[in-house]
C-alpha cells in the first residue's frame, strides 16, 4: 500500500505504508508509512490525482498530465492534450481514464496506450469536478457555468444538463449509484437517482474542500477547518466530528482493505494521516499512522498493489443503459424549468491521438514522442508566441 500526495512545491509524494507488530496489551494495530519516492514532473502546482492498480496519474496547473508506473517506479510519459490547469482525473478500472480541465474538456483515455479516445467540450466554463457511475456508463460533472451534466459514457455524450443557481466544486457518486452529491461552497446538496431531484441539503461551517462515501448512507466532509465530520445522508445529521489536522483539511479519500475500512486525510499543514473506522459511524475512528511531508499538500490518493480490478474498463457500446427507462425518463423531466433537454447539436468528439511520452526510449505505439525537456522548450515557444501575437 502507497500513500500517494500532491502539493503546491510541483511534488508527488509516495509513502509505502507497513502494518507494525502487534505489541502485547495495544489495542489498535499501528501503521509505519515510509517515504518510498519523489516525482517532480511538474513545472506548476499539482491540482489532481488519480490511482489504478498500476499508474498514478496527476495533473497540474502546467497543463500536463504526468504518469508515474507504480511497479517499475519510474517515470511513464506526459499527456499534453488540455489548455488550462487539469482540474479533475478518474480512473474506471485499468483500461480508462478520464480528465477535465480549465478548457471546458473531457477527454477519455485509453489507459494502456495511452491515446486520447475521446475528446468532449463538456462545459462552456472550466470543468471543475466529475465523478463516474459505479456502472461505468454515467458521468457527472460540475462547471463554471452554472451546470450539473450528466455524461452517457457508453455513446460519449451529453444525456441531460442541469441548471443550478451556482458554481458548484464537487460532483461524488455513493458506491452503489442510488444517490450523489453536489457540493456548492458550504453547502452539499444529496440527490436520488431515480427522482434525479434533491433529497436534502447538509451545510458545513466552512467551504467544503472534499467528500468521500464511507457507505451508502454515511458520508465524510473535509473543508476549511481541522475536522471531518461524518454527515448521514438520509437524516442529514452530523453523527461525529474530529480534529484531524492543525490545519484544513485539503483532500480525503477512504477505501477497504482486510479487516480495515481507513479513511486517509491530507492537510495543508504538510501531514497525511491514516484513520481506523469504527463500526458505529457515530464514533470518531482512531489515528493508524502519521507522516509530514514539509509541504502544502493539495491532493491525494492511496495506491493499492492489487493484481486484479474488477472494474477493468468502461462498458462497450452495445451494453444496455445503466438506468431503467422509467428512471431514465424520470431523469430527464423537467424540474420548473431547472433541467435543459440534452442538446441536439453536441460538438463532435475529437478522436485524434494526443502526445505522449513513453518511458524509457521506446516510442509509445500511435503517439509522438515527447521528452519532458523537448515539451517545457516548446511550451516556453509557444508561450512566446502567443505574446508577441498580442
Known sequence: MELVAGCYEQVLFG????????????????????????????????????????????????????????KKKVDHGALVHHNGTVTCLKFYGNR??????????????????????KSIKAHKGHVTFLSIHPSGKLALSVGTDKTLRTWNLVEGRSA??????????????????????????NKIDVYQLDTASVSGTITNQKRVSSVTFLSETVLAVAGDEEVVKFFDCDSLMCLCEFKAHENRVKDIFSFEIAEHHVVVTASSDGFIKMWKLKQDKKA???LLCAVNT?????????????????????????????VSKEEQSKMNKKESGDVVQ??????KPNTKKCAVRGDGNKPTRGNSLVSTK?????????????????
Open 342 to 347: 440534452e442538446e441536439e447539436r453536441q460538438s
Open 15 to 70: 509513502f509505502a505504508v507497513h502494518p507494525e507488530p502487534k505489541a502485547s496489551g495495544d489495542h489498535e494495530q499501528k501503521w509505519t508509512a515510509v517515504a518510498d519516492f519523489t516525482h517532480h514532473a511538474h513545472t506548476a502546482s499539482l491540482s489532481a490525482v488519480a490511482v489504478n492498480s498500476r499508474f498514478v496519474v496527476t495533473g497540474s496547473k502546467d497543463e500536463t498530465i504526468q504518469i508515474y508506473d507504480m
Open 374 to 390: 523537448k515539451r517545457k522548450v516548446v511550451e516556453m515557444l509557444e508561450k512566446k508566441k502567443r505574446k508577441k501575437k498580442i
Open 284 to 286: 470518531p475512528p482512531s
Open 160 to 185: 441531460f444538463i442541469k441548471n443550478i443557481k451556482q458554481n458548484a466544486h464537487i460532483v461524488e457518486w455513493s458506491p452503489r449509484g442510488e444517490k450523489y452529491v453536489v457540493v456548492i461552497v
Open 294 to 322: 514539509n509541504a502544502r499538500l493539495t491532493c491525494l490518493g492511496v495506491w493499492l498493489d492489487r493484481e486484479t480490478d474488477t472494474k477493468e474498463s468502461l462498458p462497450p457500446a452495445a451494453e444496455p443503459s445503466p
Open 96 to 117: 480508462h481514464l478520464i480528465s477535465g480541465a480549465e478548457d471546458g474538456l473531457i477527454c477519455v483515455w485509453d489507459a494502456r496506450k495511452w491515446e486520447c479516445l
